[in-house]
């Protein structure tokens, strides 16, 4: 357990994190984010970003978490790398539980995200390291020769399989979807060794030790048939809110995500959410950026038990 004590205890670095680290920081209160890592939010995964108010140019998501990571580091905020896993609410300070520390705060801000797809497809979690995979830049080479598929459709899907064109003797990228979401000229698409399989779906993953061959539905006839592989490198978006961690402690809703008022204080005091983890309807950065710095204010507010949230200009 640290002795120190935060003002505010950010859980989670994606845009509505750091965002509100950035106007907590900003204001003069002590701040940490706690990440469980800068490449596991939605915005990591995205390889083009080009609809955030500002840049011109379109950046990686990676790109962008940088500057707003930057942007929160410079106003004084703390960034720590740790996974938090679980809390105590119940009293007047808040614990946070990371995997190697305990932080105290007078407030949290939850924005975990909404990237929790747990593993889906059955064979999925059994052959997790045996076959399955979820990172073709760590495992790419393990499949030199082999017969490998991606399933997904986003660019990040597309990126993926370029990095296995280079080891496996076949790439099959399959996606559900009739007419995949990612555009299909430039690389991989011109190796003879892509082959797209759209309006396709992986039903089950199979082996002994290691995968030998996945079971396919057309999505269309519904027909099945089994296609021999070794490597299965899953894609597939997550849609669930991070919120395991958080025992229940606040309210949720059906869907799994957090419940805020408009101020985006959960249902217990001092407590905020912002971003996709909450049950707004657009998930888009700029909307998560935009909760995050509400949160702030809420927060900040709270602190300084005033009955209206204060604007971040009226103080420059
Ligand atoms: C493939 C893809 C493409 C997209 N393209 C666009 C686009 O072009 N334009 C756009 O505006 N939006 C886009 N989005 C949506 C946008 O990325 C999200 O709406 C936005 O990133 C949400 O921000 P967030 O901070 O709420 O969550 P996230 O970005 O998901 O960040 C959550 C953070 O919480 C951390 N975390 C999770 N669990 C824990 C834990 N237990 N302990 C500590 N930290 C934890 C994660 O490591 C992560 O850093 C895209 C999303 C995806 C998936």
Not at 241 to 263: G, Q, Y
Not at 287 to 314: M, P, Q, Y
Request: include cysteine; aromatic fraction near 8%.
């Amino acid at each position: 357990m640290t002795d120190e004590l935060y003002d505010v205890i950010i859980i989670g670095g994606g845009p509505a994190g750091l965002t509100a680290a950035q106007y907590t920081a900003r204001s003069k209160l002590k701040t940490i984010v706690l990440d469980k890592s800068p490449t596991a939010g939605a915005l990591a995964y995205s390889n083009r970003i080009e609809n955030y108010p500002g840049i011109t140019e379109p950046v990686t998501g990676l790109q962008l978490l940088d500057m707003f990571r930057n942007q929160a580091l410079k106003f004084g905020a703390e960034y720590a790398e740790t996974q938090v896993v679980g809390i105590n609410f119940s009293d007047e300070i808040k614990e946070v539980f990371g995997t190697v520390k305990t932080y105290k705060g007078k407030t949290i801000i939850v924005a975990t995200g909404s990237m929790g797809r747990k593993p889906g497809i059955p064979g999925e979690e059994q052959f997790l390291g045996k076959g399955v995979s979820y990172c073709a830049t760590c495992d790419a080479a393990f499949f030199k020769d082999l017969a490998v598929c991606v399933v997904g459709d986003s660019e990040e899907a597309v990126k993926e399989a370029g990095v296995l064109v280079r080891f496996a003797k076949m790439v099959y990228l399959i996606s559900p979807l009739k007419e995949p979401g990612y555009p299909m000229d430039g690389p991989p698409f011109s190796s003879d060794k892509v082959l797209i399989m759209a309006g396709t779906r992986v039903v089950s993953i199979h082996g002994t030790d290691v995968v030998t061959n996945i079971k396919l539905k057309n999505t269309e006839s519904g027909e099945e048939r089994d296609m021999p592989v070794d490597g299965v490198f899953i894609y597939l978006a997550g849609n669930k809110p991070v919120v395991d961690f958080l025992n229940a402690s606040v309210s949720i809703s059906e869907k799994a995500c957090i419940l805020t008022h408009r101020s985006m204080e959960t249902s217990i005091p001092g407590v905020f959410a912002a971003g996709d983890v909450t049950c707004g309807e657009v998930r888009q950065v700029v909307v998560a950026a935009a909760f995050g710095c509400i949160a702030a204010l809420s927060a900040e507010k709270f602190i300084h038990n005033r009955t209206r949230a204060r604007s971040d200009w009226s103080k420059s």
